[in-house]
């Protein structure tokens, strides 16, 4: 069991989230929140494996709630941050704070399934509906930086470090490379240890900030 805490200030969509990420599906709802001021002391009381958060909540919004959980826990929980088209800056907040998904409010209940069983496993997931605005408005948003020369990887890591950019889990990077699940691990271990990202999410603000990859318009 994936054991799951609840993030949103509305009770009908905890609800239909309960509903969603049930026992039969894998996942145990250990906690709920209704705002982002309380999730650091539900984290630690309920030691859930993936926080899925709204982004806009009352006292806390999700961007400053992942940033401080990512400070102040040990080894904090994968955050998916559940979203709309109007919340563009938070979410380029909260892709700078270390949000490791994005995904519509609104998705249909097998698209968050496949969500947060991929953001539970480390990988991430960038909702395609909403990657071009999340990234735009982070580019937006980010100082401006001198020429940064980019470490040296091989052909084959920029490869996977592009695919990674773009969301794709590390089945589809073997799939598309044509190359084992295991290479694609150690490809992605050795940019973590070139470029001295910690994970996933460092990785993807890495990679478009930079130029790696970037996003198409909206």
Known sequence: MIRVLLVDDQPLARAGLRTILCEPEGFLVVGECADGDEVLEAVRR??????VMDVRMPHMNG??????????VLEPPPVLILTTFQDEEVLSSALRAGAAGFLLKDAPGEEILRAAR????????LDAAVTARVLAAYRQTTAARGEVELPELTQRELEVLRLVGRGLSNEEIADQL??????VKTHIGRIFDKLDVRDRP???VFAFDRGVVRAEPP
């Not at 309920?46 to 926080?51: I, T």
């Not at 044509?178 to 290479?183: D, F, L």
Request: aromatic share 4%.
């Open 118 to 125: 991929r953001v539970a496993a480390g990988d991430a997931y």
């Open 46 to 51: 309920d030691r859930p494996q993936l926080v």
């Open 178 to 183: 044509v190359i084992g699940e295991g290479t």
């Open 202 to 204: 460092a990785a993807i």
């Open 63 to 72: 961007a400053d709630a992942t940033r401080q959980l990512r400070e102040r």
